[in-house]
């Protein structure tokens, strides 16, 4: 059988691939050209792909031989899934895996939100601390005894749960389904509406997938449902905010400030307005960019493919649920 892999993937993993499979991978510019990706995959029996690629009808249907398509990622909003299943592809992804290293990221991101440390290191690299410690300088907030709201109490929203515990942060949180009272005990964490969630809460944390319904839900109406000194932090995928209306909602004060590890379009272009911004803090996608996170990854990622391949369930495999189909 013949896998395109739309980039190169860890040795190790590589290797395993090419002990069963006719393998070729794409070293170009990434993401790989669709016209390229259309013509590749016509003679292909399995798919590796990355989040940023754009597995489309157009690309699945070109696939006439396809039967796996395997992605190095726990987000799977960017292949049209309903048209996979309608051809009986196996869709796979990698969750789990990667849970814990974005909730220390999200953690991260709001620890320096709140102590400033990302204006601190600006600072110091501009050349222009000037004023030593003092009652009044540099002064951030405390983690402790403010409110975190979690909006997507999935598997990164609970362990995001769990560390702000830690800090002695009060839990609200949304999502699709209430957690059963057992849980919401053991997390200390309160069910509330989104607006409700977005007014009360001195953080936002974002980990809802990328699905018609969240698509730019995040928006200027419930940006000013937030407190003035409220921040926002987004690990999950860009286009769950309304990337126009958070930069106008940061300019105008109208939230403290925000913290985004994922954008609209990524790379975000240069003339992007939310940079230069002062109360934007940025990480370019790096939610599961641990060594042995990413790793992880892409031992289930082949596993999941050669399973696949081999007309058997594979680790993870994208479930046919409509609010969770992906969408362009
Ligand atoms: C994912 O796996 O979907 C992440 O966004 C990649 O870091």
């Known amino acids: 059988m013949k896998v395109l892999l739309t980039r190169r993937l860890h040795d190790f993993a590589v290797k395993e691939i090419r002990k069963r499979y006719q393998v070729e991978i794409y070293t170009g510019k990434v993401p790989m050209p669709k016209d390229l990706l259309v013509s590749k995959i016509k003679d292909k029996d399995g798919l590796i792909c990355y989040p940023y690629d ?15 398509i395997s992605t190095f990622s726990v987000g799977y909003n960017h292949i049209d899934v309903k048209a996979a299943l309608e051809r009986g592809i196996i869709v796979s992804y990698t969750p789990e895996v990667l849970t814990r290293a974005t909730a220390d990221l999200a953690m991260a991101l709001m620890l ?9 290191n600006s600072l110091i690299h501009k050349k222009e601390w000037k004023t030593i410690f003092g009652p009044y300088e540099f002064l951030g907030t405390d983690l402790h005894g403010k409110t975190l709201g979690i909006f997507g109490m ?21 999502n699709r389904k209430r957690l059963s009272p057992r849980e919401e005990k053991s997390l200390n964490a309160r069910y509330v509406s989104l607006d409700e969630l977005f007014r009360r809460s001195d953080v936002v944390s974002i980990h809802v997938p990328h699905t018609p319904k969240t698509h730019h839900i995040v928006n200027l109406k419930l940006l000013k449902n937030m407190k003035k000194t409220s921040f926002l932090v987004n690990t999950a995928r860009g286009k769950i905010i309304n990337e126009k209306d958070l930069v106008v909602a940061l300019k105008k004060k109208t939230i403290a ?13 240069a003339s992007n307005p939310l940079i230069g911004l002062k109360n934007v803090l940025m990480t370019p996608h790096i939610g599961s960019a641990t060594v042995e996170t990413r790793r992880e990854m892409a031992e289930i990622t082949v596993k999941n493919l050669m399973l696949s391949l081999a007309r058997k369930k594979p680790i993870y495999q994208v479930k046919v649920e409509s609010g969770h189909l992906g969408r362009f």
């Open 112 to 120: 320096s939100l709140f102590r400033r440390v990302g204006e601190g």
């Open 54 to 68: 754009k597995i489309d009808s157009d690309v699945i249907n070109a696939g006439t031989k396809l039967k796996a």
């Open 257 to 269: 400030g925000a913290a985004l590890d994922v954008f609209q379009n990524e790379p975000i272009d």
């Open 154 to 174: 999935g598997r990164i929203g609970k362990a995001v749960a769990k560390r702000a515990l830690g800090f002695e942060m009060k839990l609200l949180y949304h």
